[in-house]
Every structure is written in C-alpha cells, then in structure tokens.
C-alpha cells in the first residue's frame, strides 16, 4: 500500500519538476515522473521503489547533492540511495555524454535488482516517449539528442540487453516492449 510518503514524494516531484516540459511535445515533465512510478508499482515496485521512480530525475535535473540531501531527509537511506543509482550525473556540469553513458550502463551491470526495476520503466517509459516522437517529426527528432540517432540506439539497445540478462523475470514483457520501440527506430 501506498502511504503518506508516496503523498510526499509526490509533492515534492511536483515542486521540483514543475517548470519542466518533455523535449519536443511540451508535456510537463510530471507526467512522466508519473509514468515511471505507475510502471514500477505495474511491476512490483515497493513504496520505497514508487517514490525513487517519482524522484529518479530529481538530483540530476534539480539541483544535484543538496536535493540528495533533501530526499535522505524527508525519505530515508533506502531512497536516497535508489535516487543516486538511478542517476547518471549530480553535477551541473555534466561529463561528455557518450562516457556518462557507458558509465551508467557499467553500473547497471551490478546494480541491485530494485534498481534495475525503476531504471527498466524509466528507460521504457523514454522509449515510448521516442517512438511517438518520432512519429510526429520523424528524423528531425534526432537532433535533440546528444547522443544522435546512433548513439541514442545504441544506448537503448545497450540498456534492453543488460536488463534482459539480468532484469526481474516479471519485466519481461517490459523488456520485449523497449527491445522491439527500439527496432522499430532502427
């Protein structure tokens, strides 16, 4: 069940996230934040779980340590440490995009399965965003990228294989979802 803390994590999602916008469509950024956490409590998520998929971007994008801070403060280790390990960069002077990539797929190698269950809908739930992207303005989507359309293919193909060897066996039909978004792409 869903408690008073997920009431919170909410809020604070909405304080933090409230002035950002998808890439291209201009949807608040909330409704993915939502996505994420409905996908994982789809799939099994814990409470703890839920409130790191509503705050999986909350670090990199809204202020990094003192927002990591905040988020130990209010929701405790276990969180805070979801929220760090679903976050490829706390400063705001990101590294390059291609290392900061591959040092985030390292990391899933060995991440704890309770990471890799958010990260899994997180990445899903960006690859629907994509697909539909895509349909809407077709190539020119991937300029927005700094990967480029290869490097943004090969991250995701990248990211479905580690999740396939070593995800819960309950995303399967999750995995196969960003596996064939991302073929379509190809």
Same mark, same amino acid.
């Given at each position: 069940?869903?408690?008073?803390?997920?009431?919170?994590?909410?809020?604070?999602?909405?304080?933090?996230?409230?002035?950002?916008?998808?890439?291209?469509?201009?949807?608040? &950024? #909330?409704? /993915? =934040?939502?996505?994420?956490?409905?996908?994982? *409590?789809?799939?099994? !998520?814990?409470?703890?779980?839920?409130? $790191?998929?509503?705050?999986?971007?909350?670090?990199?994008?809204?202020?990094?340590?003192?927002?990591?801070?905040?988020?130990?403060?209010?929701?405790?280790?276990?969180?805070?440490?979801?929220?760090?390990?679903?976050?490829?960069?706390?400063?705001?002077?990101?590294?390059?995009?291609?290392?900061?990539?591959?040092? &985030? #797929?390292? /990391? =899933?190698?060995?991440?704890?399965?309770?990471? *890799?269950?958010?990260? !899994?809908?997180?990445?899903?739930?960006? $690859?629907?965003?994509?697909?539909?992207?895509?349909?809407?303005?077709?190539?020119?989507?991937?300029?927005?990228?700094?990967?480029?359309?290869?490097?943004?293919?090969?991250?995701?193909?990248?990211?479905?294989?580690?999740?396939?060897?070593?995800?819960?066996?309950?995303?399967?039909?999750?995995?196969?979802?960003?596996?064939?978004?991302?073929?379509?792409?190809?």
């Amino acid at each position: 069940m869903l408690g008073e803390r997920f009431d919170r994590a909410f809020l604070l999602a909405s304080e933090l996230h409230r002035q950002q916008v998808r890439k291209e469509s201009g949807v608040p &950024y #909330l409704s /993915h =934040l939502l996505a994420v956490a409905s996908l994982a *409590l789809e799939h099994g !998520a814990d409470e703890d779980q839920a409130i $790191a998929a509503l705050l999986h971007d909350a670090v990199e994008d809204q202020g990094g340590m003192p927002t990591a801070a905040r988020i130990h403060a209010a929701f405790g280790q276990r969180v805070h440490d979801l929220v760090l390990a679903l976050t490829d960069a706390v400063v705001a002077q990101k590294p390059p995009w291609r290392a900061r990539k591959q040092a &985030y #797929l390292a /990391h =899933l190698a060995k991440a704890p399965m309770d990471v *890799l269950l958010v990260s !899994a809908c997180d990445k899903v739930h960006n $690859a629907r965003a994509i697909v539909a992207d895509h349909a809407a303005s077709g190539s020119d989507l991937w300029q927005r990228f700094s990967g480029g359309r290869d490097g943004t293919l090969w991250y995701y193909r990248e990211l479905a294989s580690i999740f396939a060897a070593r995800g819960p066996k309950r995303l399967g039909a999750l995995l196969r979802e960003l596996a064939d978004r991302m073929q379509s792409l190809a």
